[in-house]
């Protein structure tokens, strides 16, 4: 039996006893009054008791769904999670087979420059003595990159085929610069006129004399007064100073190999 029948059937039986088997004035309410007031206890009691039960059940099951929706979430943060590995996981195996790629590439692009290199400084060894200076440290710069192992393959490459790019650009272009070379025996600062890798011309600063280099005798030698006007002509050219027109140089003999 409940306790709410057990309290009610207390109840009924004070009054029972109260009504048929009377008592003392004193004791006789006294005696009924107490059975009352501790079930009033009890059931006050009880209904506090059941009243926090609720409120904790009620807690305990907030509680539980949130902690269900919290393995809700931590399960579908899982899933994302090993999506992402897994993704990574096949990217990283990507990148070490392009690295491997890469350095079988590079084993063999490696003897290639080297030769691209050798070419390019016998070409300039074997061609007109323009711009010395500027094309021999050029190559300079290349040897120091080439043999740099902290230097990226693909660096190398760029730099060989920019350097294989100005010269071969030269020869199909003119220019203009100042150097100090050796005419007859005596040093001249001059303005040197360069007609692709056809010819090299000079003209003084005074611009009163002129020649060109003779390329089978590798020397510089002067030229007749009748091509000063054409060459300082040329040397205006290439110094923007006039715009191109047709001109008649003297080129010379032709070397061949």
Known sequence: MTRKPLIAAAMALAVFFAVFFPLPSGDAEERIEQPVKDAIDIRQETQKKEETWRQEKEARLARLEKLQKEQQQLKSQKSDLSEAVQATQKRLAEKNEQIADIE?????????????????????????????????????????????????????????????????????????????????????????????????????????HCGFFNIAEDTWQPLSGLYLPQIQTAVDIAAKRRSAEMLTLPLGRIATQ
């Open 104 to 208: 079988q590439i590079s084993g063999q692009i490696r003897p290639f420059l080297d030769e691209l290199l050798k070419k390019l400084k016998l070409w300039i060894n074997e061609d007109i003595g323009f711009l010395p200076k500027e094309r021999v440290h050029r190559i300079e710069r290349l040897e120091s990159l080439i043999s740099d192992p902290e230097a990226e393959t693909s660096e190398k490459y760029r730099k060989i085929m920019e350097a294989l790019l100005i010269e071969a650009e030269y020869g199909f272009t003119t220019g203009l610069y100042q150097e100090t070379i050796s005419v007859e025996g005596q040093k001249r600062l001059v303005n040197i006129f360069r007609l692709g890798r056809l010819s090299l011309f000079y003209l003084t600063l005074d611009r009163a």
